[in-house]
């Protein structure tokens, strides 16, 4: 277990000790990591900015309703940016913290930056101002994993009261972490997070024709993840009768969160950053040809939401704050970091990412404002078109259109006056993200956490109702 960055396979009967162990090498102190990279700037004597990451991970992966395969991660990890002559910039990464390794790292970011071309404009690293507030934080991450494993056999039985035949799949994933930023010119931030986020997909062996249903859920609160209230509401998405085939055309749909959450994520996030803008395909440059989209359609970058998995700073300790992304119909500027910064002029509005890390600055912590509208409400304003529960197996199709294809899955249904008539078979699709956001007519009023791998992105989010969604075919199951 002392061997950073590595993942390691734990047996179940450790997961369930009530401590972590005595001689986990990861130590999530704020105050330690600062001292960490205060050793490293030292080093470094000139202008360079520094990340300190340690995270202690457990996943409980479910498969056949037995747990598969726990593991547990145990990472601490340096990231240094440095810039010479004002814009030639170097970056390199490394999981030795010794003496050593450190000086290692340093001269392999100062080799690159030699070798860099540089910059149009010069990187200049800023001073912080002003306290930052710490986010929400769980010490209570170790219940939940212990919590999670006792729920499986229950959730299990519980299934046979109301499946022929149910088998649970999934994963409950929960994640301390500690993130340290400092620069040369003076700046030093951290924060403590805590991720605790699962999902469940049962289904049912014994119908003679394919049955399942997905729900998943994320929060800085493991007490707030349950896997047994999963399991209740991926079950009531299992179809009770075989599913009708539905010719390929535009129909109205009911999109539950899962669903909402694919479409806000991946090429949409994307386009709202400032690598698209800088690169030419961004939506954000032709405001005159996107479809009008509705003025009570409210989508925020809000990273200190608590119903979601809180942040206080970015990877270059620029503080996180609320800041609306789509309001009345109209786009904010794009998301900016340091560099990007520099070349357009623009604030910086604490998106950035590691530099290591490829796509520029970009939103993470997407949360649309919720309706008035419960699901029986939801389902009256559809009348008749297609539920979707969630989407699969999602790809861009054409960048600068938001255009996006892939299927549904785990839980589709025909609704008729209202009311659910039938399952369907699932259903290919090639739509635009935006044009289904122009058609919304309807916002749910509950909102789900759904979280990305390891809880990187967030998008909080109610169900949507709109006119019209473009299905290009059919499935067999």
């Not at 000086?103 to 070798?115: C, F, K, N, V, Y």
């Not at 540089?118 to 690293?125: E, N, Y």
């Amino acid at each position: 277990m002392k061997v950073r960055g590595k993942r390691v396979t734990v047996p179940p009967r450790l997961r369930r000790r009530s401590r972590a162990p005595a001689d986990a090498p990861v130590d999530l102190d704020p105050v330690r990591g600062l001292e960490r990279l205060d050793r490293l700037m030292e080093r470094v004597g000139g202008e360079a900015d520094a990340r300190y990451r340690a995270e202690r991970s457990v996943c409980l992966r479910m498969a056949n309703s037995q747990l598969y395969q726990p593991s547990l991660v145990l990472l601490e990890s340096l990231s240094l940016r440095i810039v010479l002559e004002g814009s030639r910039i170097g970056v390199a990464t490394g999981t030795d913290l010794s003496d050593a390794g450190i000086d290692g790292l340093i001269a392999r970011a100062r080799s690159l930056a030699r070798e860099a071309q540089p910059l149009g404009h010069p990187l200049r690293f800023r001073e912080a101002s002003g306290p930052v507030e710490p986010p929400a934080f769980s010490s209570r991450l170790e219940e939940g994993e212990r919590r999670a494993g006792e729920a499986l056999p229950l959730l299990v039985e519980e299934m046979r009261g109301t499946l022929v035949e149910p088998r649970v799949s999934g994963t409950y994933e929960t994640t301390a972490s500690v993130l340290a930023v400092a620069n040369s010119a003076g700046l030093r931030r951290a924060q403590r997070r805590s991720v605790a986020r699962a999902n469940v997909l049962l289904e049912d062996l014994r119908r003679g024709f394919s049955a399942s249903g997905w729900a998943e859920a994320a929060h800085w609160d493991p007490r707030r993840v349950d896997l047994l209230s999963l399991g209740r509401t991926a079950s009531r998405r299992v179809a009770p009768k075989p599913p009708r085939s539905l010719p390929p055309g535009e129909y109205r749909v009911l999109l539950d969160a899962p669903a909402v959450g694919e479409l806000l994520s991946g090429i949409f996030t994307a386009s709202l950053g400032a690598r698209a803008v800088e690169e030419g395909w961004s939506f954000l440059l032709r405001p005159g040809e996107l479809p009008p989209l509705p003025p009570s359609l409210r989508l925020d970058e809000d990273p200190r939401d608590p119903e979601g998995l809180p942040e206080s700073i970015d990877a270059e300790g620029t503080r996180r704050t609320r800041r609306a992304l789509l309001h009345q119909g109209a786009f904010a500027t794009p998301c900016e970091d340091l560099l990007s910064s520099a070349r357009s002029g623009h604030a910086l509005t604490g998106n950035a990412l590691s530099p290591e890390l490829p796509g520029g600055p970009l939103p993470t912590h997407l949360s649309l404002r919720p309706g008035r509208s419960d699901l029986p409400g939801l389902l009256r304003n559809l009348g008749t078109g297609v539920l979707v529960t969630r989407f699969w197996y999602v790809r861009t199709v054409h960048a600068g259109r938001t255009e996006i294809t892939g299927m549904t899955r785990d839980g589709t249904y025909w609704v008729e006056g209202g009311e659910i008539s039938h399952p369907l078979r699932n259903l290919r699709f090639t739509e635009s993200v935006l044009r289904t956001l122009s058609g919304v007519e309807a916002v749910g009023r509950d909102r789900v956490a759904v979280a990305s791998e390891e809880g990187i992105q967030t998008v909080l989010t109610p169900a949507l109702v709109s006119r019209s969604f473009r299905f290009t075919s059919g499935t067999t199951f």
